[in-house]
């Protein structure tokens, strides 16, 4: 077998293609690295990410899987899949697609990468934690490298002994990063934006925004705000039905899905996340490289970005006063927003940027490459 590194073969594996963080990270990676990768991806043809990966790659590089779904049919799709296409490489994101990778590396002698994207394990009980973390160790035994999106991550997957250190590397999420931040003006409008990203999940956690805007209206008597919230799922559902019911109709501006969230982030006096827990929170990188202080739950991956103090102000999850007085901080004083706009741009600037996490990936790719090649050349 003949590998060249500047052609190399991978397959992505996500179970959604739907709005979110992780397909949004899989079509950022693909566009900056299309040009030295052959790419090929396996996921479900949902909105909008199929659509987005076939106007990168085409849609005959695509291969339809279930919706967050194992199937073992699809396992052995894949393993011909694999077969035809001659893939070098194997690379899953998130918990689903794990599911897959590490069994098609086993049954195809494939070298697999992984990457988590959160360690979402909070709604679990002690056995079904128990379980979980057994499963990923043995799916790990498969698995080539694991990729850990922030060090909150990393200093999870190694607390739960998921994966020996030689496996492990952090390869931190990056963004594309605007020529000019938010304008100061945002200090100084009559009615103040807040903008949160978020979806009817149990990790993003948004009905938390109800109780922060609640306090802020009833507790503070403070009503000069909108916030606005950004995402999938959640205009005309339970979650508006709610707003409703707490009689803060007046007081969100609840959007659905949007392609463009500059738009909206430009205009924001501040970001707010509501998160039990994230990898590497793409809403709030986009945040700080435009210079927008974050007000952030103090969990692992908002905790990686969020330099309390600094760059914006964590607070806990079950005090939502905490968020509302916080908010009012920032009003109070326009020396520490202009202090923390100035520190949140320079952080994502100088760590976060898309180029670098795309680098940081490749390097993975070749480092695999070349592990394969030097075994093909021993076996000859």
């Known amino acids: 077998m003949s590998i060249n590194n500047s052609a190399a073969k991978v397959l992505i594996i996500t179970a959604r293609a739907d709005y979110g963080g992780g397909p949004e990270h899989v079509y950022k990676l693909i566009q900056s690295l299309n040009k030295d990768v052959n790419f090929f991806v396996a996921c479900p043809k949902d909105i909008p990410y199929w659509q987005r990966y076939s106007e990168i790659i085409s849609e005959s590089n695509l291969l339809e899987i ?3 779904k194992f199937s073992l049919k699809y396992l052995f799709v894949l393993r011909k899949y694999v077969r035809d296409k001659d893939i070098n490489i194997i690379h899953s994101h998130g918990k689903g697609a794990g599911i897959y990778s590490r069994p098609l590396a086993l049954l195809t002698g494939i070298s697999c990468l992984h990457s988590f994207h959160g360690v979402h394990i909070g709604r679990y ?46 390869i931190p999420n990056g963004v594309n990063i605007p020529e000019k931040g938010v304008d100061e003006d945002v200090c100084n409008k009559n009615v103040r934006n807040i903008v949160s990203i978020s979806r009817e999940d149990f990790a993003k956690n948004p009905d938390l925004l109800i109780d922060i805007i609640n306090c802020l209206v009833t507790v503070y008597n ?11 799922g959640l205009k005309g559902a339970g979650f ?29 006096f501040c970001y707010l996340s509501t998160s039990r827990s994230e990898g590497m929170p793409l809403g709030i990188l986009e945040a700080m490289s435009l210079g927008i202080p974050v007000i952030a739950t103090n969990v692992v991956g908002n905790m990686d970005l969020v330099r309390d103090n600094i760059t914006g102000l964590l607070y806990d999850i079950e005090r939502p006063q905490e968020a509302a ?9 326009s020396a520490l927003w202009k202090s923390m706009s100035n520190a949140a741009r320079s952080v994502i600037i100088n760590n976060y940027s898309l180029e670098k996490m795309a680098s940081g990936i490749h390097k993975e790719y070749i480092k695999l490459l070349t592990d394969v090649t030097q075994k093909c050349h021993n076996y000859n």
């Open 66 to 68: 279930p919706h967050r």
């Open 125 to 170: 009980g002690i056995l079904k934690i128990y379980i979980y973390i057994w499963i990923e160790r043995i799916l790990g035994l498969f698995t080539k490298k694991i990729l850990a999106v922030s060090k909150g991550e990393y200093d999870l997957i190694k607390e739960y002994s998921i994966a020996p250190d030689k496996k492990l590397t952090m």
């Open 222 to 232: 403070q009503k000069k705000y909108i916030m606005i919230v950004l995402g999938p």
């Open 240 to 268: 508006e039905k709610k707003v409703n019911d707490a009689g803060l109709k007046n007081y969100f501006k609840i959007t659905g899905t949007v392609r463009d969230t500059q738009h909206y982030l430009k205009e924001a």
């Open 325 to 333: 007085a916080a908010i009012l901080r920032l009003v109070d004083d």
